[in-house]
């Protein structure tokens, strides 16, 4: 079983940064995908980013390539994203993810992730 938190959300006005994390439980979180979402209200849950185990081999959607990076720090058993340049287009409820099957490569559907935390609100004012 494996359980995250996330933090880092809060409210920032257009241009400014956040970094979230998300601190996972279990050795299935260090050694498996994890992955970031977005849920604004009335859509559907949006891939953001995913990183691999080892940290070295991350995917973006396009809309936020350049602008958020994902990455991980082993020790801390924690997945960060650091968000630049925020957008109002980018507020959403963000969730962080984990795939246990152990697999790598860029893994966007939410349908392919096992676990997820609570999620940690984003709001972008213009």
């Known amino acids: 079983q494996v359980q995250l938190v996330e933090s880092g959300g809060g409210l920032v006005q257009a241009g400014g940064s956040l970094r979230l994390s998300c601190a996972g439980s279990?050795?299935?979180?260090?050694?498996?995908?994890v992955g970031w979402f977005r849920q604004a209200p009335g859509k559907d849950r949006q891939f953001v980013a995913n990183?691999?185990?080892?940290?070295?081999?991350?995917y973006y959607v396009d809309s936020v390539k350049g602008r958020f990076t994902i990455s991980r720090d082993s020790a801390k058993n924690t997945v960060y994203l650091q968000m630049n340049n925020l957008q109002p287009e980018d507020a959403a409820v963000y969730y962080c993810?984990?795939?246990?099957?152990?697999?790598?490569?860029?893994?966007?559907?939410?349908?392919?992730?096992?676990?997820w935390g609570q999620g940690t609100q984003v709001t972008v004012s213009s």
């Open positions: 279990g050795r299935t979180f260090s050694s498996s995908v």
């Open positions: 993810a984990v795939d246990k099957t152990f697999r790598s490569g860029r893994i966007t559907s939410p349908l392919e992730y096992d676990y």
């Open positions: 990183i691999n185990w080892s940290g070295t081999t991350t």
